[in-house]
């Protein structure tokens, strides 16, 4: 008899076997002979209903000391459930009360909690329904991101957190240094002497691992990035995070099609799998978080995105009868009203926008013909708006370093971004995808802040 | 007709078929007829032999532009293969050249390289037999990692980088700030204004998750770290990186007797896997690199581990015939020396110690009955010495607070961790496994900035 979790108890327990679980308790109550415990051990949206009758040895004791909170450990024989909604519960011949909680001062009482009251409690609030059901399915969304690519030969490669370089130039950033602020060394113009920080030059915590993907792509053809990443910006928005994972694959011999192809089955392939690993947190997100959820991931899975230039976009943006608060215009990058616009109200569909205007995008991006637009792509998904941003990358030597020129990037920065264009460089894309906002998408979270454990934001880094 | 890697092609491609492929040119032969190329796309150690007859569309014009290096898509049949050490080869009909490589500059020519000098090419060095390799080990260790907690049940959570605490009180830590240091805001004492800063107090890169995976544990029972942590020790070693990735299991319900069983039931099956899915690489590694290397993994995976006391094991060193150059008495910490004269030359297989003074580890391992030793363990390996550190946490709120105060740490800075201990407080267990320690032991490389892609260490920030 070795304990089981309830999610396996729940899902093929028979009346008749004998278990134990280990958990902690949800409710209580009593009645003359016997008491209702609802314990959830973390598994399951549903906990298991304990029945236990008062002729257990040490009863009064125990149920004196089981509060909401407490944890449990209860040895028994499953029945079948005469309530509905569960199929079996649990006759209790054994019950250990592991660990009180103080019941005066247990900040998770039965009533609701507002999710802003829950997150000074990031210690506690994974206990709740909501915020459990969010890390049990942004678990099997990593997963599901893992299980895509391993399965298509995609090696995940660790791209490097401290950076001395920026990227894009783009994204504000933070500073790492092992220097104490209060006592910094300066050089003789009255500046930092970075000569005698940690790496001997300003360091920063990377916005972006694509560059480096770039490099393990010229080597390994197919890889993918998942890590954490930052962004210094003083944003206190329901859809920012100063730290937060994102995913970044980089294929090479691919082109925009590939990339577009990649992203669309990514996507679909990650739903599926999430709805089918969280099916019951998947529903309750959808009953009481967000009405559209299912809708949402019934729309990725069984529709063919819709492509459409950026060029096309903006003339369907134009000549439509909806009034944006922002202006349309050629040359200009979108906003999220037409984003949202295009998905939910247009093609009622995701949608992948392609080949932007050169202007407002990164100089890594492939030139197309005539130069006015590069190769770059984003999915813009009903509800959400952008959810992956892409590009096919400049291979073309003398065209990279033009680009380069031209956004006023020191070359000699990107010597080695170069040399992958000296030595075999190969067509290649790839995109990029914040976790977050994935977890987001799927679970109809308002607040980006309750889809990570502990999430940073200005003035945030508690627990 | 589609792509196809060449690892698949290798293993269960058939003379007759038809394929394409892309890839590196590794080498070239030219005979008067025909040419030989060794074509490597990365997703194995061997590549595909290409004969290429001088008939074929573009023949001389494409041989005067391939070099070592150069990116080219094969199409062609397979037929079996005359040589030793491959079943097939591919008669090419068709040889498109994507990109040249400069055979004048290309620095990774035919002869080998020390690994010293492949470090200062960061973003070619993957395309070398050994290093790529190496990070195909690493995504399949990486990948066995998820794969046995994820079918145990366990949730992977993303404990936070940014920390305004540190852990263990051990371990110097990076500062992070998104303030100019060159003009920052200090207070009328003269000191930095914190409060001026992004997060309004002094913020670090963390050095273990571990506390915050107690957190997650507390509603979970079973959860996983995997990211990467810091160091701001200033050690130019060959066992050192500033940043590195760790993993940590945190188990509620769980003692001693279960975290040694889990880790010693991990070890085994990574190792077993990575044999699996990189046999190819594996072998090379014995080869060349370090000829103990499969004897190691067939140790781990079919002996029992030893177990044995802090108390039994100094009692063994102190009675044993070999010299060591640091002391051996009781309360003392052991040496890397005494951890591998167990693991190699007594026991000459795995050894998880248990039970240390605990004097010499963290607060927040479990006392033992009469205070002297704690809960703690360490997996020592033959070659390597200590691969895994864990413990037994405290779970008693008042023994805790003891400990706390006898670290000399703030108490309040701990209020939440000691909250987990007031409201349904568990036994709960876990363990720290550096991923690069693990990968460098499976390898055998000897030099840790030879298994991550982009090591930081001093002065070292490139790429």
């Not at 299980?147 to 791209?159: A, P, Y």
């Not at 920080?197 to 080597?219: C, H, N, R, W």
């Not at 380069?404 to 971004?417: C, F, H, T």
Request: charged content about 25%.
């Amino acid at each position: 008899m070795t304990t089981q979790r309830i999610k396996h108890i729940l899902k093929s327990g028979n009346p008749g076997d004998t278990v134990t679980i280990k958990g902690w308790v949800r409710t209580k109550r009593d009645s003359k002979a016997f008491s209702f415990l609802d314990i959830n051990d973390g598994s399951s949206m549903t906990g298991l209903q304990v029945i236990a009758d008062a002729k257990i040895d040490g009863y009064s004791d125990a149920m004196k000391r089981i509060t909401t909170g407490a944890s449990v450990v209860v040895e028994g024989t499953l029945a079948e459930s005469p309530g509905k909604g569960q199929r079996v519960e649990l006759q209790a011949s054994g019950l250990e009360v592991v660990g009180e909680s103080d019941a005066e001062t247990y900040p998770l009482q039965k009533k609701r909690h507002s999710f802003e009251f829950l997150r000074e409690l990031g210690h506690l609030r994974s206990r709740t329904n909501t915020l459990g059901a969010v890390f049990r399915v942004r678990n099997a969304c990593a997963n599901a991101i893992h299980e895509f690519f391993q399965s298509r030969d995609f090696l995940w490669i660790h791209t490097p957190i401290l950076t001395a370089s920026d990227c894009e130039g783009a994204g504000e950033m933070f500073t790492v240094t092992s220097m104490n602020l209060d006592k910094l060394p300066k050089g003789d113009d009255g500046k930092v002497d970075y000569g005698r920080d940690f790496f001997g030059k300003p360091t920063y915590l990377t916005v972006s691992g694509q560059l480096e993907a770039e490099i393990m792509a010229m080597a390994f053809a197919n890889v993918y990035t998942f890590g954490p990443t930052f962004r210094a910006e003083n944003s206190n928005t329901s859809r920012h995070l100063a730290e937060f994972w994102m995913m970044e694959p980089e294929m090479a011999f691919c082109d925009l099609e590939g990339n577009m192809d990649l992203a669309e089955e990514f996507l679909k392939f990650v739903f599926k799998r999430v709805l089918e690993d969280c099916s019951d947190d998947m529903e309750f997100f959808n009953k009481r978080i967000e009405k559209t959820v299912l809708e949402t991931a019934d729309n990725i899975i069984n529709n063919e995105f819709e492509r459409i230039t950026y060029t096309d976009a903006i003339t369907l943006l134009e000549k439509c009868d909806k009034k944006f608060e922002y202006p349309v215009s050629w040359g200009l990058d979108m906003q999220s009203e037409h984003e949202r616009y295009l998905a939910e109200e247009y093609f009622k569909k995701p949608v992948i926008v392609t080949d932007y205007p050169t202007e407002i995008k990164a100089f890594y991006m492939r030139l197309n013909d005539g130069g006015k637009t590069v190769a770059a792509m984003d999915v813009l998904a009903p509800r959400i708006g952008e959810i992956i941003g892409g590009s096919q990358r400049e291979e073309r030597l003398n065209v990279l370093e033009e680009r380069i020129a031209a956004a006023g990037l020191p070359k000699e920065d990107y010597w080695w971004y170069l040399d992958l264009r000296r030595y075999g460089t190969v067509p290649h894309a790839g995109f990029g995808l914040g976790f977050e906002r994935l977890v987001q998408f799927m679970t109809g979270m308002a607040n980006i802040r309750d889809v990570i454990p502990f999430p940073r934001t200005p003035d945030n880094v508690e627990f």
